[in-house]
């Protein structure tokens, strides 16, 4: 399978700081990102994607920056909250498998008030 | 508001028994898929469908089938439950190629 992972497992930051979660993907022909968050015991829910024509997204209080040359994605959140305490993961998908995606292991965000 | 709904949030069984997990979306969403989920290896597609009564083979289908009956309901079947498939298993739809998925809340199934 396709390797995407994260370079740290856990993530402590101040309230009010922004936060930065990166992601690495192996796959040159990933075309498509997505950043999900799981918060204990629910399901993983939608934040923001990106596709590869673009370089950088923006959402509420969330940026998305792909960096094509490195394969690298990150996921900034802005003045960080303690609602933001969650597992983070991209999940990429690759332009002739439409309907997989592959997915990270995660980063665990602990917000700090 | 999109919903996608299991059956159980946890189930315990033994080992041989057969197990089935429902997953039920009310979007209208033509794809579905179940994945199950692993501490440090992320979710892994075990099956997915992309209409009613079609199924394809995800990552890692071996032990488990699946079941689409009905536009709205995906089924995960394992057939004989061992040990190994303790995990959490999470269920997803989207609305078509390549869009977004949404998840369940997950089944926490532990095989005793």
């Known amino acids: 399978g396709e390797s995407v992972g994260l370079h740290l497992p856990t993530l402590s930051v101040q309230e009010g700081d922004n936060s930065i979660i990166n992601c690495a993907y192996s796959?040159?022909?990933?075309?498509?990102f997505i950043w999900y968050k799981q918060e204990s015991g629910k399901g993983p829910q939608f934040i923001i994607d990106i596709r590869s024509n673009m370089d950088k997204r923006q959402g509420q209080r969330v940026t998305v920056l792909l960096n094509k040359t490195v394969k690298h994605l990150s996921l900034q959140i802005a003045a960080t909250q303690p609602g933001d305490s969650a597992v983070y993961f991209c999940a990429e998908n690759i332009l002739y498998n439409f309907n997989k995606f592959y997915f990270g292991s995660g980063t665990k965000l602990n917000v700090k008030p | 508001d999109v919903k996608v709904t299991q059956s159980s949030r946890y189930l315990v069984k033994r080992t041989g028994e057969k197990v089935f997990l429902e997953c039920v979306q009310d979007m209208d969403h033509e794809n579905m898929f179940w994945y199950r989920q692993d501490p440090g290896l992320g979710l892994r597609l075990i099956y997915f469908s992309y209409d009613v009564k079609m199924k394809e083979k995800g990552d890692i289908p071996e032990g488990y089938s699946v079941s689409r009956e009905k536009k709205e309901r995906f089924s995960l079947i394992l057939e004989s439950a061992s040990t190994n498939q303790t995990s959490m298993y999470l269920c997803a739809s989207s609305s078509g190629q390549r869009e977004t998925q949404y998840f369940g809340p997950g089944t926490r199934l532990l095989v005793l």
């Open positions: 796959n040159s022909a990933s075309d498509y």
